[in-house]
């Protein structure tokens, strides 16, 4: 049967077409991975409301910049907000710091940590207190069975309304607190169904000016101030100055001291790293900053931006904020190919394992390479035995014969295998040993014959 020799070439077509498809692989998954989602949406907030403001704001410049459908979807606050990140029904989110915390703080909620991601901070929240002129101030023992109102439990103002109850030394799980829409809270209190609106807003907020300058209301004090900072880690103080919202007449006419908690932009865990690069470009714009004023941003810049966060950071927004840190390869692609990049390393050495078993295999059902050249050779041995060289020039042109016959068959099996396998392998080792004895028998053989046959011609 004739020798099976496996073709050098296969397992190096093998590799390059495994490379080929991986490459090809890869590069449809990174498309996958970094484009942009079809329709970018961002929770903001109430109408009226500054978070309503911001997020529109985000909308028109991706729409600029990216050429992206964006949709800006109204929210209840800060609760609402973070539920929609956590759950990937959005991309971004605007949130007040501790808001989650303040709203399940005797549920002990056990949340993914990283299901929803920092960006930036954006500006400082205020708790300004909002009500008539001739109603009472906060924290006067004539106060009790009062109604205050806040945009919604599911908002930063319920968490901001919590917090200064407890301040105030009153029970806010019996206190009556009642969920006013800001389009309806100076009806609310002009009307006097509800004594104090508590607000946690930014100071450019719009609903604050139409408060305080339209419908005539006036900022209630709140009592003990810096102790409330005190008792808060993510308060800090902070001051309206008089006549901010008007000069003439003064609004307020002093300075007012209130509380301060940051307001954030935070991102879904899905949100891909391109996307949440170009919005953190769009926060950190020193023109975007001032569109919108958001004055602690635009003064302090990085060190404000990147302030602590109950959240992780977004490793897009990292990559702006530290691009110095930024790696070569988009992070989605890599986390999204890992399991494909595993599967494939592992396909290959699954090939390359069951094409080295197929080889084995085949080579020991056919007849092996050297055992040709072995036979033949001990066919020739055979041979060289009838004859002893004592003929003379008969014998001389025979054992010549079988000489060459000999190195021919040895040339002929030395180009049959490899360097590696002639010092690898032993069999190939002791062919040749047997061709050289085989050689030297042959050689000592037509030696005497030719003497034989010289020693004649001197006789004759």
């Known amino acids: 049967m004739e020798s099976v020799r496996p073709r050098r070439w296969s397992f190096g077509f093998l590799t390059l077409f495994l490379s080929t498809l991986l490459f090809v692989v890869l590069l449809i998954s990174y498309w996958f991975r970094t484009q942009l989602p079809s329709v970018v949406r961002i929770t903001g907030g109430p109408q009226g409301g500054r978070y309503a403001q911001l997020a529109a704001g985000l909308a028109r410049e991706l729409r600029q910049r990216l050429d992206v459908e964006v949709e800006v979807l109204s929210s209840a606050g800060s609760l609402q907000n973070i539920e929609r990140l956590e759950s990937g029904q959005v991309h971004l989110g605007l949130y007040q710091v501790e808001t989650r915390r303040v709203a399940e703080q005797d549920q002990h909620a056990v949340h993914d940590k990283r299901a929803v991601q920092f960006v930036s901070n954006l500006y400082p929240e205020l708790v300004i207190p909002v009500g008539r002129f001739n109603a009472l101030e906060l924290g006067e023992e004539s106060a009790a069975g009062r109604v205050w109102s806040c945009n919604d439990r599911l908002s930063g103002d319920f968490a901001a309304a919590t917090w200064l109850l407890q301040h105030l030394g009153r029970d806010a799980a019996t206190f009556d607190i009642r969920s006013v829409r800001y389009m309806q809270l100076a009806d609310e209190l002009v009307a006097e169904n509800v004594d104090v609106g508590i607000l946690c807003c930014g100071v450019n907020a719009p609903i604050l000016r139409h408060l305080l300058c339209v419908t005539r209301l006036k900022l209630k004090r709140i009592p003990a101030v810096t102790a409330f900072v005190h008792k808060h880690a993510s308060l800090s103080p902070a001051t309206i100055p008089a006549g901010y919202f008007q000069t003439e007449p003064m609004i307020p006419p002093d300075d007012f001291p209130t509380v301060a908690i940051q307001a954030q932009l935070l991102a879904s865990e899905k949100t891909p790293v391109r996307l949440i690069e170009e919005v953190t470009r769009i926060v950190a714009d020193p023109d975007f900053q001032r569109r919108f004023e958001l004055i602690e941003l635009y003064r302090d810049g990085r060190t404000y931006a990147m302030g602590r966060s109950e959240f992780p950071m977004h490793?897009?927004?990292?990559?702006?904020?530290?691009?110095?840190?930024?790696?070569?390869?988009?992070?989605?692609?890599?986390?999204?190919?890992?399991?494909?990049?595993?599967?494939?390393?592992?396909?290959v050495v699954s090939g390359w394992l069951l094409r080295r078993w197929w080889v084995q295999r085949q080579v020991r059902q056919q007849e092996h390479r050297l055992d040709r050249y072995i036979r033949n050779l001990m066919k020739m041995e055979i041979a060289q035995m009838n004859v002893d060289g004592e003929r003379g020039g008969e014998d001389t042109i025979v054992l010549q014969k079988m000489l060459d016959d000999v190195t021919i068959l040895r040339q002929e099996a030395l180009g049959e295998f490899t360097a590696h396998e002639l010092n690898e392998d032993r069999a190939v080792d002791s062919f040749i040993s047997m061709c050289h004895a085989l050689s030297?028998?042959?050689?000592?053989?037509?030696?005497?014959?030719?003497?034989?046959?010289?020693?004649?011609?001197?006789t004759s």
């Open 315 to 347: 490793i897009g927004a990292s990559h702006v904020f530290n691009p110095e840190l930024k790696p070569l390869v988009n992070p989605d692609f890599v986390e999204g190919t890992e399991g494909l990049r595993s599967f494939v390393v592992s396909l």
């Open 440 to 458: 030297e028998k042959i050689s000592d053989k037509l030696t005497r014959s030719v003497l034989i046959q010289q020693a004649g011609d001197t």
